[in-house]
């Protein structure tokens, strides 16, 4: 008797405390065949873990406060699914935030993706960062993640957003200036028209000594057509600090261009994008990318894809690879045949 009274007061204290508290445990498990060639190491056939989507592991959570405000958090690890361990050493290095929500917009703490990123990611590329074509592997970016960062993202209204983003540096080097990271972004949705013109700088951690610093800004737009949805993108680069993107493998100057398509058909996506980069730098390395995908949906969680890809290095040599989302890739073309599973 004693013990049923025991159980029962703890379940009303959690489900008291549940009443007040939303917390979400949700992954990616993404496993497929990865065919690489055109590389110095020759042809390698490999299984990889995250070629569409990285392998995660991630728990959010929302508490109401009352007075229309929540605050919020998000721990993310990133997983490799292939050896059976992490793709990160830092714990939670995707992403690793928390903040508060009002009507007056959400302001976070932590580490988290930059607005940049998310432009390119969400409104630029068809393929969302994943698979052979993924727009990254000429594309470059100062910045994926921000350490250290505070973001302020607006409400939307009338189909107007905002973010601005800033993260301390805290290098010795160079006082808050040395490592700092400055973005923001404006966009504009109204569920057919999508556009978003996002920056991203990042100084060099030793700033103190040398004033060098990496500069991104892309003007992306999507539009949803009845039967296929086509996506454009202009991005203008100066990386003088550090390759921030390691599959970008110059630092310099370029201007890249994108245009693609992905036409959903039941079950069926298909995918595909053409990428010009236009090196402007004294080493001049231009490059176009060509990418095809298919994905189909066994469910609402669980899909099969295919991708192919290929790059064209117009001054020889395989300086761009294709990647996916996870990988650098060690050739210029490159295949990738998988099973993704998301929870």
């Given at each position: ?291 095809l995908g298919y994905t189909y949906a066994l469910s ?44």
């Amino acid at each position: 008797m004693k013990k049923s009274l025991i159980a029962l007061a703890c379940a009303s204290a959690f489900a008291g405390s549940a009443n007040a508290q939303s917390l979400t445990t949700y992954g990616i498990v993404d496993m497929g065949f990865v065919s690489e060639n055109g590389g110095a190491v020759g042809s390698q056939e490999k299984i990889s873990s995250g070629a569409q989507s990285g392998t995660r592991l991630g728990f959010k959570g929302t508490e109401d406060l009352g007075n229309n405000m929540k605050a919020l958090f998000v721990l993310e690890t990133g997983i490799a699914a292939d050896k059976g361990g992490f793709n990160q050493n830092n714990g939670f290095a995707r992403q690793s935030f928390v903040g508060l929500q009002s009507d007056a917009g959400t302001l976070t703490l932590g580490r988290q993706y930059t607005p940049f990123f998310l432009a390119l990611n969400a409104v630029a590329d068809p393929f969302a960062s994943g698979l052979a074509g993924n727009a990254q592997n000429l594309i470059p970016s100062s910045g994926i993640r921000m350490d250290n960062a505070v973001k302020y993202a607006s409400p939307t209204f009338s189909g107007l957003s905002a973010e601005v983003a800033y993260g301390f540096g805290e290098s010795l080097a160079g006082a808050d200036r040395g490592g700092r990271n400055v973005g923001g972004s404006i966009g504009y949705t109204d569920g057919t028209l999508n556009v978003r013109l996002a920056y991203h700088k990042a100084n060099d951690t030793a700033l103190g000594t040398s004033n060098l610093s990496d500069t991104s800004t892309i003007l992306a737009a999507n539009y949803k057509f009845e039967i296929a949805k086509v996506f454009a993108a202009y991005s203008d680069n100066d990386l003088q600090v550090a390759t921030i993107n390691p599959v970008t493998p110059a630092k310099g100057k370029s201007r890249d261009f994108l245009v693609g398509v992905s036409v959903p058909f039941g079950n069926h996506t298909f995918i595909a994008s053409y990428i010009n980069k236009d090196g402007r730098s004294a080493s001049n390395l231009d490059a176009t990318q060509f990418g095809l995908g298919y994905t189909y949906a066994l469910s609402k969680r669980t899909n099969l894809y295919a991708a192919w890809a290929t790059i064209d290095n117009k001054r020889g040599g395989v300086l761009y690879k294709v990647g996916n989302n996870s990988e650098v890739g060690s050739g210029d073309r490159a295949v990738n045949l998988g099973v993704r599973h998301t929870f």
